[in-house]
């Protein structure tokens, strides 16, 4: 039973790898629509979903693709595919992948996006725990993409990213090649969704909310809050401050920690180290304002201004707060000067 476990874990994080686009350490991970492509795809030193599958590929049934498909790994790992649009709509029974499949798709994400960064208001579906969004290097700004570390090979042997990325080669090209190619469009591009939306689209929504990877960490903190029985929480940044009177042109680095409060509670998440801290209300004002100042100095100034301490006593709870989180640490000594970027 224990083995059955942990080849299911390890199958779900290859999938979460072949459906996100962000590296999770399963190595290459590709999934083959025929199973005629699987010998073939073996050789690519990757985990391989291949349809039945033999004993060195992972069998599977169904799909990730189509809106409605189901992707089932034996009886222990079972995934619904649903359409953007969808997900007002969606009623969650199992772990869901959202994927964006055209523009109207992405249209309704930006959308999203934007209510949530104006008002605070996120997509409950998308805070919901088992969702996922697909091809979140494609959606985001800074999530690092695992290019060939992720390969799709429809049925007639194309070779892709993801199923709405442009096409890389052939089953019969060398892999090498492939994730030169790969790299190669990424620098000009985004390689991972652009047969289904346009590259300009994409770069325009880039340009105009450098935050979407923020956006996206906000989403996936607050599931996993809710998976621990925690919800109802505003996020900083999205729609408020915890400081009251926050000049609206501050704004924290897209990678910076996350601050949120609610239910008599306040929350610093690391999001590079997946680590929650409780804090306390004081300690938060001055986390925000570090985050939002991106040095010690100007943090100092916007509390004797906002929370109506001294410079002395400012200057000592900034220190402190400094002192107690590495990933603060790392915010004031990356001297951030581009905030959003």
């Known amino acids: 039973m224990t083995d059955d ?25 590709v999934l083959v629509e025929s199973v005629g492509h699987e010998d073939r795809a073996l050789g690519w030193d990757a985990v391989v979903f291949s349809p039945g599958g033999s004993g060195a590929a992972v069998g599977y049934e169904g799909g990730l693709v189509e809106p409605g498909d189901e992707f089932l790994v034996g009886d222990d790992l079972f995934v ?24 109207q798709d992405y249209e309704s994400f930006l959308q999203d996006a934007d209510l949530a960064r104006d008002q605070g208001v996120f997509v409950e579906q998308l805070t919901t725990p088992g969702v996922f969004l697909a091809d979140q290097c494609a959606l985001g700004t800074t999530h690092p993409c695992a290019g060939a570390g992720r390969l799709h090979v429809d049925a007639s042997g194309d070779v892709r990213t993801a199923p709405g990325g442009e096409v890389l080669g052939s089953i019969e090209s060398d ?9 190669a469009l990424n620098i000009i591009g985004d390689v991972c969704l652009n047969a289904v939306v346009s590259a300009d689209a994409i770069e325009q929504a880039r340009a105009a909310r450098p935050w979407l990877s923020r956006y996206l960490r906000a989403l996936a903190v607050l599931r996993g809050l809710r998976a621990e029985g925690r919800s ?5 940044g999205f729609g408020g401050r915890f400081v009251e009177g926050l000049p609206a042109d501050l704004v924290e680095h897209v990678d910076a920690p996350i601050l949120l409060w609610g239910n008599g509670e306040q929350l610093l998440c690391d999001t590079t180290q997946d680590r929650v801290f409780q804090v306390g209300a004081d300690a938060a004002r001055i986390i925000e304002l570090l985050l939002v100042a991106h040095d010690a100095g100007h943090a100092v100034e916007l509390a004797t201004v906002h929370t109506g301490l001294d410079a002395d006593v400012a200057r000592d709870a900034t220190d402190r707060v400094i002192a107690a989180f590495d990933s603060l640490q790392s915010v004031v000594r990356a001297g951030i000067t581009s905030p959003a970027s």
């Open 5 to 29: 476990r942990s080849r299911a874990r390890e199958a779900f994080t290859a999938v979460v790898q072949l459906v996100g686009g962000n590296v999770t350490g399963a190595g290459r991970v």
């Open 80 to 103: 619904h595919t649903q359409d953007y649009l969808a997900t007002p709509f969606l009623a969650v029974a199992g772990p869901t992948i959202v994927r964006v499949g055209g523009d």
């Open 175 to 183: 892999v090498d090649s492939i994730a030169a190619r790969a790299a």
């Open 232 to 236: 109802g929480l505003r996020v900083s």
